[in-house]
């Protein structure tokens, strides 16, 4: 039987960086792991389907396409794209 959600067995977070905090709240992560988090979504190949699966499923926990979906969460990690690399930002709430 095929799935749905494929794509998930390429995203970065289950590839690159399963030791991250991607679905604990927002305030427990370390700043260094939001960074790290920030990263990774900025180089997934499927951030696209992982955007539009958190949107598709109103999801409103973890870390899914760059960002916690806590809307209570404070803006603490912005990507700046330089192209093909990313200047992560620390800091700030929402």
Same mark, same amino acid.
């Given at each position: 039987?095929?799935? +749905?959600? @494929? *794509?998930? #067995?390429?995203a970065a977070c289950v590839v690159q960086r399963p030791?991250?905090? *991607?679905? $604990?709240? *927002?305030f427990e992560a370390t700043l260094g792991q939001l /960074?790290?988090?920030?990263? $990774?979504?900025?180089?997934?190949?499927v951030r696209s389907e992982c955007a539009a699966q958190?949107?598709?499923?109103? %999801?409103?926990?973890?870390? *899914? @396409?760059?960002?916690?979906? #806590?809307?209570? /969460?404070?803006?603490? %990690?912005?990507?700046? #794209?330089?192209?093909? $690399?990313? #200047? %992560?930002?620390? +800091? +700030? /709430? /929402?």
């Amino acid at each position: 039987m095929a799935r +749905g959600n @494929a *794509w998930i #067995d390429l995203a970065a977070c289950v590839v690159q960086r399963p030791d991250l905090p *991607w679905t $604990s709240e *927002w305030f427990e992560a370390t700043l260094g792991q939001l /960074a790290a988090m920030t990263r $990774s979504c900025h180089a997934c190949p499927v951030r696209s389907e992982c955007a539009a699966q958190a949107e598709r499923l109103r %999801v409103t926990a973890g870390f *899914w @396409a760059g960002r916690y979906r #806590d809307p209570n /969460a404070p803006a603490l %990690v912005r990507i700046h #794209d330089r192209g093909a $690399s990313a #200047d %992560v930002e620390l +800091g +700030g /709430a /929402a």
